[in-house]
């Protein structure tokens, strides 16, 4: 990997642990409705964990729509937590990279959130 390359990776790292921190959710209704800020650093890893094993952004985006509305999200908090990583990601075009790319981006991401 090139110095340019390497600095570009770190560039859009950083461009992502914002996005995730500042990424807001409302979940709930009427008087029970809030707001959720920014991601779990715990739920960003899982995400990170599952891309890994699988190799495939394709199916990390299809994970990132289903899983907040499935039963095995059991707050509205980790909804909202899965609904920003996915904002955060389609925001600084995660899904747009090569897959060694987004690896290394949402590898480095994890450690600045």
Known sequence: MSIQHYKKIQEQAEHLAN???NAKEVVGRGSRSFVV?????NELKKVY???????????????????????LCRTN????????????????????LSVDDA???IG???RLV
Request: proline share 4%; hydrophobic share 35%.
């Open 19 to 21: 996005a995730l921190q």
């Open 37 to 41: 800020e920014g991601t779990d650093p």
């Open 49 to 71: 964990a599952f891309f890994c094993h699988h190799n495939e952004l394709r199916q990390m985006r299809q994970l990132l729509e289903k899983l907040p509305e499935s039963a």
């Open 77 to 96: 908090r980790t909804r909202a937590y899965y609904k920003n990583i996915d904002s955060a990601f389609r925001n600084v075009g995660v899904y747009d």
């Open 103 to 105: 690896k290394a981006v």
């Open 108 to 110: 480095w991401a994890c």
